[in-house]
Every structure is written in structure tokens, then in C-alpha cells.
């Protein structure tokens, strides 16, 4: 499908989030979604059903009107075509597999990098040709190491945490008395804490069970550490083993606190992932009200979670859920030279944390330039100073931002106020009026659109950053599926 939505006429996607039931067609990714084509004049087009986890046709070209008549031969050749797709051996099968691998004297333990799979001893002699090497037991710990991240730009790149984002994660968490972390997309995440288990936590140990699609982990964990799951559709591939797996994991029966930490990809859909979100979310506090409904009238807290995303997304994610807010810490990723920290520039990480966890609970190191703001009771980036009229510390990027009196509100270092526009904008924005569309949308900072087509024109920025309690799950913004990491750097 072509997601670019630059053609004259067209706008974007959007995502019309329906409860998925039996008659939503399936891709080989679960429950597709349905989306509608939303064009300037604000005309909505003849919606579709289309893969949740792809953006790129070449991965997955499911594609289904909404009000197409499949016939039957159809139908059943699609779930020919779906079974067909399933990883090669089931997750109990690659437990059994790790068991006998693990048994094997060390010089015939071997991984082949051209099919990204341990070898069984039989199988060394096909993959003769591949090359292979030869896994040390402290490899094995490190399957995020092992395995090439996927670098499919569009829908499933794998950004790996570097060694001081990992470590800050954790450590944040374990003075926070988590002691269950629930990883969505942060296979790095969860390495790292059954590393820190064996080196550090030894006598109270942390719990932690990977979510993720990429079902090559599978390999390297047992069945209560990993599940096989597409978080756009919160669909488990194997529901029946991973409900119980994910029910015994979210009860905190004997009093250990759960923390979710999932790091979607970044051209992902934004309502899909919340709802996926609100869905885990209530399944957790199911769980605690039933094992005790003494408290459950007070319970209807949600699971403490964090979402790792781009800063500029923030308006979007605060409005599905408005009691998260964003930290200024820059999570970074090794193996991508734009999201590595420093100082100055290109090279600081766009990317934050999102939480419905008290700001002032994450203490950012002081010595990679962080300080505490006593007004907002969070720390924030140094340059990041304390505006007294808009009684905020506003900088969302890092740098120090400056208030314009005319647009009554603090901007970028390198806007200036433009007569015309009767806003601040880049010195050479084209503007409104050219409507050549380079300069993106000044309410959400998209380059997609201009403001007038913004989405998310009525909410207000005083509302963006409001807080409002109890409405977690009410997803009102419709989700653009156009839009991309490098649109913003
Ligand atoms: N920074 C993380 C990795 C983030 S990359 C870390 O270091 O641990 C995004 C992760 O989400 C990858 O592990 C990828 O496999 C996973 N992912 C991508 N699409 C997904 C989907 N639809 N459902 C679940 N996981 C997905
Ligand atoms: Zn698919
Ligand atoms: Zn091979
Ligand atoms: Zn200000
Ligand atoms: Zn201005």
C-alpha cells in the first residue's frame, strides 16, 4: 500500500479502531485493521482492511475492502496462506530445541547468521554452506547481540538500547520497587535484566517476559519469558499458552509490582498501540481486583507503564492517554548514528519516555546533564530553563527555548516571529499561504500537513498538557499512518 499520502489529493490514513471479532479478516500478522483514505476537503474514502504489523506491501499485501464478498474458496486459501507463513517450529518446539542445544558439548554449539537459528547437531551439515559460528554460553545470553536487527525501515527496525540507556532503564525501575517488568518490543531490555539477575540481583531476582513479533527470540527463552505478539492488534500468536503465561505474569498476587516498558517501532500507529496498551492495562487490573476485591473499588488505577517514543508525537499519545506525561531523558540506540546522546545538534535523540509513573520517580543522571526543576518537581535537560510565564520548563527537543511574547508561548532557538504567518517558524519557512506543505503542521510539528489539516487542531495546548484522570482508554485522535522517523530530524 502506498502509505506516503503525498499524492494531491489524498491526506492520509486513518485507523478506525473497531473491536476486532470473527468476521475481521487475518493476515499472517492477526486481526488486520481497518482504514479509511481521509482527503484534504476532509471526504472520507472507501475504507479497507490491511496488515497492522507491515507498512511495506512487500512484507505483508493483505488488502480487503471493508464491503468486498470473500468467497469461500478464498477464505480458505487465504488460511492456507497464513498457516503457511507460521515460523517453521512452534514456541514448544523451540524450547525443547534450546534444551538439546544447550547439552551439546561447546564446539558443536553453533548459530548459522545466513538463517539467524541455532543448530542442532544433525543440522550443522545443511547450513555447510551459511556461515556459522560457534555460540559461547555468554553469547547466548545476548540474543539481541546474536541475532542481526531487523532493518526494514518501514514497519519493524530494530533499535537496540545502548549499554547506558539499558542500564538507566533498569536501574530506574529497581529503585522504584518493580520487580516485574513486562518488555513490548525491547528484547535488549529484557537480556538486561536476566544479565543483571545472575550478576547483581541475585537473591531477589527480577521477573521478565518478552512481547515481541520477532519470533527468533523464541529460541533463546522459555515459555513464561517470551510470547510471540503483534502489539498493533494485541494479538498473541499462540493465545492460549500466552494468556496464561501473561495472567500469571500481570497478577501481583505475592506483592511483586509490575511495570510495562514497550518501544514500538516509530512509524508505528499511535491509537492501535494505545489501545493495545489500555487493553494490557485492564487485564492487569482485572487481575489485582480479583485476588483482592477488598481494594477493588479503589483499583481502577492503570498499570504503571512506559512508552517509549519520538518527542513530537507527544500531543498524540497525551491524548489517548492524558494521565502520561514526557520525560526529558534521550533514550538512545546503538545502532543508529541519530539517536545516539550528546550534547549538541543532529546527534541528540529524539526519542522519550511517555509514563503514567510520578516524573519526579525517574531521577536523570546529573552528570549527563540533567538537573531537577524545583516549579515542575521533575528533572529535566540543563538547557532546558524554567519559563516563569508559561510556568513550564518548555523545551521539548533539549534545547534551550525562548518565549515569544507575541505568540505568548515558548518556541524553538531557531524560530523567529513571522509577520505573515502571525506565529514564530523557521527565518526560511514558506508561508501559510504558499501551502507548499515543507513546512509541516505548527500545532504538531508533522511535516505531513499544515495546521489548518491537522488533526488534532482542537486540542489546545493547554489541554495537550492537562491532565485529566480516568479516561486511559478513550481514543479520540484518529492515527495517521504516514508518518516516518526521518521526517523530523
Ligand atoms: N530498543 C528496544 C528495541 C526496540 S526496536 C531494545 O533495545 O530492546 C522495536 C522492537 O519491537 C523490536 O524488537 C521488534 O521486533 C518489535 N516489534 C516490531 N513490530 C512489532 C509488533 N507489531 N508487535 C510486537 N513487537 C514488534
Ligand atoms: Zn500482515
Ligand atoms: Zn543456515
Ligand atoms: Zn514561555
Ligand atoms: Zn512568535
Known amino acids: 500500500m502506498d502509505t506516503s499520502g503525498k499524492d494531491d489529493s489524498s491526506f492520509g490514513y486513518e485507523v478506525v479502531l473497531t473491536q476486532s471479532d470473527k468476521s475481521t479478516p487475518c493476515c499472517p500478522h492477526g486481526p488486520t485493521l481497518l482504514f479509511e483514505k481521509v482527503r484534504k476537503d476532509g471526504e472520507r474514502g472507501r475504507r479497507f482492511y490491511a496488515c497492522s504489523a507491515c507498512r511495506d506491501r512487500k512484507d505483508c499485501n493483505f488488502f480487503q475492502w471493508e464491503d468486498e464478498k470473500i468467497s469461500e474458496a478464498r477464505l480458505l486459501a487465504r488460511e492456507a496462506e497464513n498457516k ?62 546474536l541475532l542481526r536487527p531487523l532493518v526494514d525501515k518501514k514497519s519493524n527496525a530494530q533499535y537496540l538500547f545502548t549499554e547506558r540507556t539499558s542500564r538507566f532503564l533498569l536501574d530506574t525501575l529497581v529503585a522504584m520497587g518493580y520487580h516485574k517488568v513486562l518488555c513490548v518490543g525491547t528484547p535488549r531490555l529484557h537480556e538486561f535484566i536476566k544479565l543483571g539477575n545472575l550478576e547483581t540481583w541475585k537473591s531477589k531476582p527480577l521477573k521478565s517476559l518478552l512481547l515481541d513479533i520477532d519470533f527468533r527470540y523464541a529460541q533463546f527463552y522459555s515459555q513464561d519469558e517470551f510470547c510471540h505478539y503483534n502489539m498493533f492488534n494485541h494479538h498473541f500468536f499462540d493465545s492460549e499458552a500466552s494468556s496464561a503465561v501473561l495472567q500469571a505474569f500481570l497478577s501481583e498476587r505475592n506483592g511483586e509490582k509490575v511495570v510495562m516498558v514497550a518501544d514500538p517501532p516509530f512509524g508505528g500507529l499511535v491509537r492501535p498501540l494505545a ?34 517514543f519520538p518527542y513530537f508525537f507527544e500531543p498524540r499519545i497525551l491524548e489517548c492517554f492524558p494521565t502520561f506525561s514526557m520525560l526529558d531523558y534521550q533514550v538512545d540506540y546503538d545502532n543508529h548514528s541519530l539517536y545516539k546522546h550528546g550534547k549538541t545538534g543532529r546527534k541528540q535523540s529524539p526519542v522519550r519516555l511517555f509514563t503514567n509513573i510520578t516524573a519526579a520517580h525517574f531521577v536523570l543522571p546529573q552528570e549527563e546533564g540533567y538537573r531537577f526543576c524545583d516549579i515542575c518537581k521533575r528533572y529535566v535537560c540543563s538547557l532546558n530553563q524554567h519559563c516563569a510565564k508559561c510556568n513550564v520548563c518548555p523545551s521539548k527537543d533539549g534545547r534551550q527555548w525562548r518565549h515569544c511574547s507575541l505568540c505568548e508561548k515558548c518556541v524553538k532557538p531557531s524560530w523567529q516571529h513571522c509577520q505573515s504567518c502571525g506565529r514564530c517558524a523557521l527565518p526560511d519557512h514558506l508561508c501559510d499561504r504558499s501551502n507548499t506543505g515543507k513546512v509541516g503542521c505548527f500545532h504538531c510539528t508533522s511535516l505531513d500537513h499544515k495546521r489548518s489539516a491537522c488533526p488534532l487542531k482542537h486540542i489546545s495546548s493547554s489541554k495537550r498538557g492537562g491532565k485529566k484522570k480516568g479516561s486511559a482508554t478513550r481514543c479520540p485522535v484518529k492515527t495517521k499512518r504516514n508518518t516516518n522517523k526521518a521526517a523530523v530530524l
Open 275 to 308: 489501545n493495545s496498551f489500555s487493553l494490557m492495562s485492564r487485564t492487569w487490573t482485572t487481575l489485582q481486583n480479583a485476588f483482592s476485591p477488598e481494594h477493588s473499588a479503589e483499583c481502577n488505577a492503570d498499570m504503571p507503564m512506559i512508552w517509549i
Open 84 to 145: 503457511l507463513k507460521r515460523p517453521l517450529y512452534s514456541q514448544q518446539q523451540c524450547v525443547a530445541r534450546f534444551r538439546q542445544f544447550l547439552s551439546q558439548p561447546t564446539d558443536e554449539k553453533k548459530f548459522c547468521g545466513d538463517c539467524q537459528t541455532l543448530l542442532l547437531p544433525d543440522e550443522i551439515s545443511e547450513h555447510a554452506s551459511h556461515s556459522c559460528l560457534s555460540v559461547s554460553a555468554s553469547q547466548l545470553r545476548r540474543p539481541s547481540v
